[in-house]
């Protein structure tokens, strides 16, 4: 275990020089899970005439953004990018060749430039409280151990379910349409272009059967108190499973992938 933990801290710290080596990219990801929660509180704002939309009064509907915008830096994982890139390039074959499991080279990776992003995440934070900081306050939060277990859980499944996707690259070099139609559920199921109450029923009932529920959208409503009492724990059991779920299909696609992987290098 202690050699584990050596390991997992020097490619972490590699990792850290090349988020340092490479910050915009950083920023780019940043400001692409930022623009939706800096635009859309100020379009919904103008459509209810500042009353309030989806069930919620106007400080609750910035709030719930401002949540959003938060968690998504800690929670969504765009490795999958990274990691298609490392296959197509033959960079996998060198990580491959490493004494150290892939799974948790990547985790060592995302934990490094995870904590990047949460510092260069601070202008939008601050952006945002300037812009829209009349609304803020009067909105009672609930930050109990649900929400904090949830939370941490929502990023372990963004996690592995990036990981699973970008699997997909060990069997085509043509990942960027793939990954697209992974991300125009995630954005709305996620609850992250709008609160699932404001959805079609049939897309409401969708989100209750996938997998991005679990992500951002479980944990702010933790936090909002709007899940309460037993269905909070009733959720983190399928954010478990979720979990489970994804990390064996990531196993599976990647061990019957790297019998024809052909990247460079390999």
């Known amino acids: 275990m202690a050699a584990f933990a050596r390991k997992f ?31 859309m509180p100020a379009v919904w ?11 919620m009064t106007s400080p609750e509907m910035v709030t719930y953004y401002l949540i959003t915008l938060i968690l998504s830096q800690f929670i969504v994982c765009h490795l999958l990018w990274d990691i298609a890139w490392s296959i197509k390039e033959g960079m996998f074959a060198i990580q491959l060749a490493r004494p150290f499991p892939i799974y948790w080279n990547f985790a060592a990776q995302n934990l490094a430039w995870r904590v990047g992003k949460l510092i260069l995440f601070a202008p939008f934070l601050l952006f945002y409280l300037a812009v829209y900081h009349q ?17 941490i859980l929502a990023h372990i499944l963004s996690y592995n379910i990036a990981i699973a996707v970008a699997m997909i690259t060990l069997w085509t070099t043509e ?27 049939w897309a ?12 951002v959208a479980l944990p702010t409503e933790i ?3 709007r899940i309460v009492g037993p269905e909070m724990w009733r959720l983190i059991g399928l954010q478990c499973a979720w979990i489970v779920g994804f990390y064996i299909i990531g196993r599976i696609l990647f061990a019957r992938g790297i019998r024809q992987y052909t990247g460079f290098g390999n």
Do not use: C, K
């Open 223 to 225: 936090l909002m108190g």
């Open 204 to 215: 409401a009932l969708a989100g209750d059967f996938l997998p991005f529920r679990f992500t």
């Open 9 to 39: 801290r020097s490619l972490a710290g590699v990792y850290w020089q090349e988020m340092l080596a490479y910050p915009v990219a950083s920023m780019i990801w940043i400001l692409t899970d930022a623009m939706l929660a800096l635009v």
């Open 45 to 55: 704002l103008s459509a209810s005439g500042g009353s309030g939309m989806f069930g």
């Open 135 to 151: 609304y803020l306050g009067s909105v009672p939060l609930y930050f109990n151990v649900e929400f904090f277990v949830s939370t």
């Open 175 to 201: 990942f960027h349409s793939v990954f697209a139609l992974y991300y125009f559920p995630e954005n709305f199921l996620s609850g992250r272009v709008v609160p699932l109450a404001a959805l079609p029923w």
